[in-house]
């Protein structure tokens, strides 16, 4: 599902100490999302919850990234990204993303232990230095990614962040973590 929000070029900040909370279920629908989840979203709680998590998308993001993502966290670990959202406004807030899944203890009925259950996402505020990096590779991932057409898109956008990390000696989590 599309949010079709037209994006504008107003950014709104994340404060030192503001933590941007959310809960999904395995499908990545909203549970629960925190107060400052509203605040920076736009929307109310009820509006938020039981929508995709794609309600705050923004149609900068490359998309071989959320590919990134999932693939991590349904792996069972956990990710750590940098993501440009949009509010409800059109306007956009950049933070920095932990995502792990929940597991069950398989005491409650029907649930396997060690079954994924859902999604829990906590995020702070990225430092600017580390966003104008960011920033310059998702473009080019996102340039990647249209220039090839929707069929290849992912290899192509993942292929510009293969070939930057490479070099580096590390992974993706390393890298992330060491910018
Ligand atoms: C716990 C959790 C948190 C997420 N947080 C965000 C987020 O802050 N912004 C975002 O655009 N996508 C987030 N996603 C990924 C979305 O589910 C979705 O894959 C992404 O917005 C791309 O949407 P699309 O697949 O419809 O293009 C999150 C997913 C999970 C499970």
Not at 107 to 120: C, K, P, Q, T
Not at 124 to 129: F, S, Y
Not at 152 to 178: C, Q, V
Request: charged share 25%.
């Amino acid at each position: 599902m599309k949010n079709n929000i037209t994006p504008t070029n107003k950014e709104i900040s994340m404060r030192d100490g503001d933590l941007i909370v959310s809960k999904t279920d395995a499908k990545g629908r909203l549970t629960y999302c925190n107060q400052i989840f509203i605040e920076f979203s736009g929307y109310s709680e009820q509006e938020l919850l039981g929508q995709q998590h794609n309600i705050v998308r923004h149609p900068d993001m490359p998309r071989s990234v959320f590919n990134l993502l999932w693939q991590t966290i349904k792996s069972g670990d956990e990710f750590f990204g940098y993501v440009k959202n949009i509010s409800k406004d059109g306007s956009y807030y950049w933070v920095f993303a932990n995502i792990t899944p929940s597991y069950s203890t398989g005491a409650g009925a029907g649930a396997g232990a060690g079954e994924i259950l859902g999604y829990f996402s906590v995020r702070r505020k990225p430092e600017p230095e580390k966003i104008k990096i960011i920033e310059s590779v998702y473009k080019n991932m996102l340039t990647a990614e249209q220039q090839t057409g929707a069929r290849d898109a992912i290899t192509a956008g993942t292929k510009i962040l293969t070939d930057m990390i490479e070099p580096t000696g590390k992974d993706y989590r390393e890298f992330i973590l060491s910018i």
